[in-house]
């Protein structure tokens, strides 16, 4: 599906989550079509023996009230 419309920055939202064994732990979020976030591990987890990974959710909401998303998980590599 295409969006013919222009993209309203504003409406932009990505959420920087900690990936933790089964659940999340929300770090930040981004308002914006562009941005940095900050993405090490608080909390107490420590990489070296939990279960992480780094969880990016990107959502927009057009002018009509549809809102899509998508998520992208980084596992660390040993």
Same mark, same amino acid.
């Given at each position: 599906?295409?969006?013919?419309? %222009? $993209?309203?920055?504003?409406?932009?939202? @990505?959420?920087? *989550?900690? #990936?933790?064994?089964?659940?999340?732990?929300?770090?930040?979020?981004?308002?914006?079509?562009?941005?940095?976030?900050?993405?090490? %591990? $608080?909390?107490?987890?420590?990489?070296? @023996?939990?279960? *992480?990974? #780094?969880?990016?959710?990107?959502?927009?909401t057009d002018?009509?009230?549809?809102?899509?998303?998508?998520?992208?998980?980084?596992? %660390?590599?040993?």
């Open positions: 599906m295409t969006d013919e419309d %222009p $993209i309203d920055c504003s409406q932009v939202e @990505v959420e920087y *989550l900690i #990936g933790h064994d089964t659940h999340t732990h929300s770090q930040t979020t981004a308002v914006g079509c562009s941005g940095t976030l900050q993405t090490s %591990p $608080i909390g107490g987890h420590d990489p070296a @023996v939990d279960d *992480l990974a #780094g969880v990016f959710l990107a959502q927009y002018p009509g009230g549809l809102v899509g998303e998508d998520v992208v998980a980084l596992e %660390p590599s040993n």
